[in-house]
């Protein structure tokens, strides 16, 4: 496929796929995948998608590109899921509201990118099929987004603490689906010679996120503060406060 290309788009093809390539080994010898495996499954794929998509045949590439961009936004997903549960922690230990509200706007992201979509879709300038990918991967891109804003807007409403790992995943997704939301959107309306400039604008997009991800994930988290005996009795009275708090309104039974 890269005999096809111009050697400035060859040589920044290449230099993702080498940045994937280096991602997915600094995500495997930090132990990552001990922790986010979502995030971890997709730089893997993400790595092992590239070459495979350099060393396929031109009259291949546009089906393994649409089969393994729509796999990368499923996977993409589960990262987003894996950081909600990171994040926002179990539903119990929220306030009753919140699940049921995030929800509310994630209906209101995915309904949104379906009407882009569809909207974009109708207007366009590209060939039926190229068009079709380009609103369909758009859309889904569009939702992650939303998606991603949803989590920082009610984790900062809520005064959730990021946790360093979580933080450095987000900066990264952050920069690669805004941009390339807008790239994918931006391709079915704009003429021939504005497409490669968008291609390339995207690609370095996705190219900084690997860069900041290589050199991010490379830092050890600190190391936590260890319990003191002063923790442990602050700990130990709030713990016997609850109990009696649920005792007297005879949520459990008072122990013998």
Request: hydrophobic share 55%; with cysteine.
């Amino acid at each position: 496929m890269l005999q096809h290309l111009p050697a400035f788009d060859a040589c920044l093809w290449l230099i993702t796929a080498f940045l994937h390539v280096v991602a997915a080994f600094v995500v495997l010898r930090s132990g990552l995948h001990r922790t986010y495996a979502a995030f971890s499954v997709y730089t893997y794929f993400a790595a092992a998608l590239n070459i495979c998509l350099l060393v396929l045949p031109a009259k291949f590439y546009f089906l393994g590109y649409t089969i393994g961009s729509i796999a990368r936004s499923l996977l993409l997903a589960a990262v987003l899921f894996e950081l909600y549960t990171r994040v926002c922690g179990p539903n119990f230990s929220l306030p009753v509201w919140v699940p049921r509200t995030m929800a509310t706007w994630l209906a209101v992201a995915v309904s949104t990118s379906l009407a882009a979509t569809r909207g974009l879709y109708t207007v366009r300038l590209l060939p039926k099929r190229a068009a079709l990918l380009a609103a369909g991967l758009g859309g889904m891109l569009m939702t992650l987004f939303l998606a991603l804003v949803v989590l920082l807007l009610y984790s900062k409403y809520l005064g959730m603490e990021w946790k360093m790992r979580p933080r450095q995943i987000v900066i990264g997704l952050a920069l690669y689906l805004s941009v390339n939301t807008v790239v994918l959107f931006l391709l079915n309306h704009v003429p021939a010679e504005a497409m490669r400039l968008l291609d390339r604008t995207g690609q370095f997009a996705l190219l900084l996120s690997l860069v900041w991800w290589t050199f991010a994930l490379r830092r050890r988290e600190p190391e936590p503060e260890p319990v003191t005996q002063e923790m442990m009795e602050t700990i130990l009275a709030f713990h016997r406060e609850t109990v009696e708090a649920a005792e007297s309104v005879g949520l459990v039974h008072p122990v013998k």
